[in-house]
């Protein structure tokens, strides 16, 4: 469903990913993991048509992102790492938008919004802006926007940073389940290892651009001599703490919060 | 089409939606219009020149439109840093379509703008000499907003923060304004600042506003709509160019 082929993306002189590989089957739950910086969003980015890579073959359901943009939007549906809600939007509105952008016709679109915003328990908050949602419920709207168009593959780059383990758990239940009953492919991101460890059927990490290890939790530990997946992630990608500037898109949402009169991390 | 429809949508229910925005944005057209137009009315007047306000109130309907347009379109930065963008980005829709919604919906806030404007001038005195007149004004109303929306999306797609916003305001949007002939008539000026006022496209926009609500043009209507038309061209095509090239 997912194939990337000695995938190279560099920025100048930094090279974000270094001729990585790797096959994601049809309905398989694939997590991608490796520390900050690594290369997870990038390679995101270029399966999801918003970055070009710089050399190397892609392919998301036989085709190929970079040419077919359009064709292979279709197929799949995103959870960025970043919020990407319009914030002055109703939850129902910013659900419509997607519908139409995805040409999902009218009265399927009121039943699909509808089924999801109740799967997502935000039916009865429909028609509040989003701007007024909690982190969580941000993240369950995305999800659910992410999933309108009946997408063949999901992608998901760490849907649950910052949300309390009742809605991590919650999360990764619908996705589960999304993925036996409509054989969705899931391709995801996350910093907990534990999450990865019970919802993925294969891993692969990554560090500096190069993928270090790939198999499942069981394959990963073996291979490492560890006990937890936490422990293989740690041997296979050293203890160092990555550094990674603020970028200004973070500078940016500081600012923003400021002037709407809230302190940069609260609420 | 639904795509533009849906995009041109949201614009226009933000702009409804902001209340704050649409009066602020208020704040400084009215105050041209007093502290200029009453100000400086005398001496218009003693300069032979009939009233200052009749002359000076297209100009500042133009000024708003110019800066909400540029604004509509400059929203894109904004679109950017919070991530819907990214969201229109990975759409299954022709970036060309994204970029004509925007652009459409951008142009229609600065009409509405432009259009409580008109009202406030009414208040102020301002009086149409020929109601005849009052299409034509529209268009010219319709071709600034376009093509200024444009050339804030434009602008707004070669810059990734808002660090360049200060540059553009500075020098693009108050040189567009300021030598654009909204203020004092284009007849009889030295010849460096006519030769930049011919250059500048709001002046053919502000000229036709002049010629259609007062009758009182420097160039013929003809000439105005043709430049307005050329360039506002130029500009959507090379707004949608730029927009198909964002990455993210």
Known sequence: ?267 | MNAVYILWLRQVKRYFRSRPRIIASLGQPLLFLVALGFGFGPIFQRAGQGSYLQFLAPGVIGMTILFTAIFSGIELIWDRQFGFLKETMVAPVPRVYIMAGRTLGGATVALFQGAIVILICFAAGFRVTSFSGVPAAVLFMILVAVMFTALGTAVASLLSDFQGFQLVMNFLVMPIFFLSGALFPLAGLPKALAITASLDPLTYGVDGLRGALIGQAFYAGSLDTLVLVVIASILVIAGAYLFSRIQL
């Open chain 1, 1 to 267: 469903m997912i194939r990337v082929t000695n995938l190279v993306k560099n920025y100048g002189d930094f090279a974000a990913v270094k001729n990585i590989s790797f096959d994601v089957a049809q309905g398989e739950i694939f997590a991608f993991l490796g520390p900050n910086g690594a290369g997870k969003t990038t390679t995101i980015k270029i399966l999801t048509t918003l970055l070009k890579p710089t050399s190397g073959e892609v392919e998301i359901d036989g085709l190929n992102p970079a040419v077919q943009h359009n064709e292979a939007r279709k197929r799949f549906g995103i959870v960025f790492q970043d919020p990407s809600l319009d914030e002055e939007l109703t939850a129902y509105e910013n659900m419509d938008f997607h519908g139409v952008l995805y040409k999902v016709p009218g009265k399927i679109r009121a039943e699909r919004i509808e089924k999801l915003l109740r799967l997502f328990e935000l039916w009865d908050r429909r028609d509040s802006f989003v701007k007024q949602f909690s982190g969580g419920m941000k993240r369950r709207l995305e999800i659910a926007r992410g999933l309108l168009h009946t997408p063949k593959i999901v992608f998901l780059d760490e849907p649950t940073l910052g949300l309390d383990p009742q809605t991590r758990n919650q999360l990764w239940t619908h996705v589960r389940k999304l993925n036996e009953e409509e054989q969705v492919t899931v391709f995801l991101t996350t910093h907990y290892m534990e999450e990865a460890e019970k919802v993925a059927q294969r891993i692969a990490i990554i560090d500096h651009g190069v993928i270090v290890a790939q198999g499942t939790a069981a394959d990963l530990k073996a291979q490492t001599g560890a006990e937890s997946l936490e422990d293989a992630f740690l041997k296979l990608t050293g203890s160092t703490i990555r550094q990674e500037e603020a970028s200004s898109l973070d500078q940016m949402r500081n600012m923003s919060r400021m002037f709407r009169g809230r302190r940069p991390g609260g609420r």
